[in-house]
Antibody
């Protein structure tokens, strides 16, 4: 079965750190980009970080820039999110997501590795207390 | 950053109804627009990407259209399992941004 499974969530005090893991199965992780998307309780979806297959051009939302670090390990078939200096407003369910790949009509050339998020993990709840 | 807006915020509908949700981007995004369905307590599910491409395994009663700044998601005949919140998302550039969501509930 093709799936993503997150782990590492929990309760942490403001200023603390947490590391989320995302294990992929049923597909070759190295062929895809990955992002983390979060959802605060009762709120909408917020993209927070992206890592391409080659880990060469990483992006972060302003809200987490300088505090969060995304990484991947092909050998482990996993993606990670290191979260430092956590704040109360980081409280959310964090989803690991896979990027949708689109090729040109010939199938030869990659147009984008992030047309959408086509595979989502079950979510990992992070609660930051004051 | 590209701001995404959706209308309506919520819609009450009956099984069998045709439902249309609109999404607008603050600047042109070509056709790099995706739609998601989220049921309570569940992860979002991709329905449509590239504005009109149906994700594999998704019912053909869902369709998407639009380009530039204005996009539409249509559910041709609402089914009980379609009562959920729907989000649009632009994939044209970073930061990736989502619309605020449209809740479809039972009339």
């Amino acid at each position: 079965e093709v799936e993503l499974v997150e782990s590492g969530g929990g309760v942490v005090q403001s200023g603390g750190s947490l590391r989320l893991s995302c294990a992929g199965s049923g597909f070759t992780l190295g062929s895809y980009s990955f992002s983390w998307v979060r959802q605060a309780p009762g709120e909408g979806l917020e993209w927070i970080s992206y890592i391409p297959s080659g880990s060469d051009e990483i992006f972060y939302a302003d809200s987490v820039q300088g505090r969060f670090t995304i990484s991947r390990d092909t050998a482990d078939n996993s993606v990670y999110l290191q979260m430092n200096t956590l704040r109360v407003d980081d409280t959310a369910t964090y989803y690991c997501t896979r990027g949708t790949v689109v090729h040109d009509a010939t199938g030869q050339y990659l147009i984008t590795d992030l047309a959408a998020f086509d595979l989502w993990g079950q979510g990992s709840l992070v609660t930051v207390s004051s | 950053d590209i701001q995404m807006t959706q209308s309506p915020t919520s819609v009450s509908a009956s099984v069998g109804d045709r439902v249309t949700i609109t999404c607008r981007a603050s600047q042109g995004i070509g056709t790099w627009l995706a739609w998601y369905q989220q049921r309570p307590g569940k992860a979002p599910k991709l329905l449509i990407y590239a504005a009109s491409t149906l994700q594999s395994g998704v019912s053909s009663r869902f369709s998407g259209s639009g380009s530039g700044t204005d996009f539409t998601l249509t559910i041709s005949s609402l089914q009980p399992e379609d009562f959920a919140t729907y989000y649009c998302q632009q994939a044209n550039n970073f930061p990736i941004t989502f619309g605020p969501g449209t809740k479809v509930d039972i009339k």
